[in-house]
């Protein structure tokens, strides 16, 4: 259900106050290119993650997503296999995985998200608007992420 976009691909500058700025599920996302500004290439957000949060367990089927930490200590989970990774660190879950991740740290951890082709924003667009609408259930999260073709496998990780 990813739209793809004709729009010439112009250069794209963002300084540190500026982009979209969404709030999925106490997630804070600011994304720098969607898919629209780069043709449905990728699309390209800083995660700022609180402590001990992350999103459920889950598998995308049309974007490989990748991951890397800038700020903060974060546990990954990629096809049964766990990491811990710090500033610096990279993870790749291509499509078709299993994965998940959480701040293991006790400070926000922050990570720029690069997903090829683009269209993980139009998910978080949704979920962002119907936390503003008010609590969203998990039936509702998990149907906005289906139309998406973003499987919810199982439960975020614990600490």
């Known amino acids: 259900m990813r739209e793809q976009s004709t729009r010439r691909n112009d250069a794209i500058v963002r300084l540190p106050a500026e982009g979209e700025r969404l709030n999925v599920l106490g997630v804070l996302v600011r994304v720098l290119a969607d898919s629209q500004a780069t043709g449905g290439a990728c699309a390209v957000m800083e995660l700022t993650v609180p402590p001990g949060e992350g999103p459920p367990l889950h598998r995308h089927t049309l974007d490989d997503e990748c991951f890397f930490i800038t700020e903060g200590t974060v546990l990954f989970e990629l ?21 998940t991740f959480r701040n293991a740290g006790a400070s926000p951890a922050r990570m ?13 667009r ?4 119907l936390s503003r609408d008010g609590n969203p259930t998990p039936e509702a999260v998990t149907a906005v992420f289906a139309r998406f073709d973003l499987e919810i496998l199982g439960p975020p990780l614990q600490g």
Do not use: K, M
């Not at 096809?79 to 994965?99: D, E, L, T």
């Not at 949704?126 to 608007?129: F, K, L, P, Q, S």
């Open 79 to 99: 096809n049964g296999r766990r990491v811990v990774q710090g500033p610096g660190g990279f993870v790749r879950a291509p499509r078709g995985s299993i994965h």
């Open 126 to 129: 949704e979920v962002d608007a």
């Open 112 to 124: 720029v998200v690069v997903c090829t082709p683009g269209g993980l924003e139009g998910p978080f």
